[in-house]
């Protein structure tokens, strides 16, 4: 059920990301690099998500430990986007630390869940 939650958040989160980059662009001085940049680790966070979401999901229903093994190691990729989103981007609006927090939140849930679905497959 969270990997449900946590799918429907993380296309609210990009969709979030991608306006507010898209906003901070037109009424801060932006650097075109540094939008590049951000723009180009929004969409791969987005592709990384998708992927990590289908092997969790797929990995649950199938009781694969591989499959949450690698959804699990996705979350940690996943991970270290999030909290670039929270703390490095160029600009941190209180709305990219907000929703990048309550992303790590559902992160670090999921990882909880996926190491003790994955022991618990094991025995």
């Given amino acids: 059920m969270l990997?449900?939650?946590?799918?429907?958040y993380c296309a609210l989160?990009?969709?979030?990301?991608?306006?507010?980059?898209?906003y901070k662009s037109q009424v801060f001085s932006y650097p075109h690099s540094h939008l590049v940049l951000d723009l180009t680790l929004l969409f791969l966070l987005g592709i990384l998500e998708a992927t990590r979401l289908y092997f969790g999901t797929k990995g649950n229903l199938v009781e694969?430990?591989?499959?949450?093994?690698?959804s699990l190691v996705l979350t940690a990729a996943s991970t270290l986007l999030s909290v670039y989103f929270l703390l490095w981007q160029?600009?941190?609006?209180?709305?990219d630390s907000v929703l990048s927090a309550m992303?790590?939140?559902l992160h670090s849930l999921?990882?909880?869940?996926?190491?003790?679905?994955?022991?618990?497959?094991?025995?």
């Fill in 64 to 70: 694969a430990e591989v499959l949450l093994a690698t």
């Fill in 103 to 105: 992303l790590l939140t």
């Fill in 3 to 8: 990997l449900y939650l946590s799918g429907a």
């Fill in 90 to 95: 160029t600009l941190v609006l209180w709305a």
């Fill in 13 to 22: 989160y990009f969709l979030a990301t991608l306006l507010m980059i898209m």
């Fill in 110 to 123: 999921e990882a909880i869940l996926q190491v003790a679905a994955i022991g618990a497959f094991i025995s």
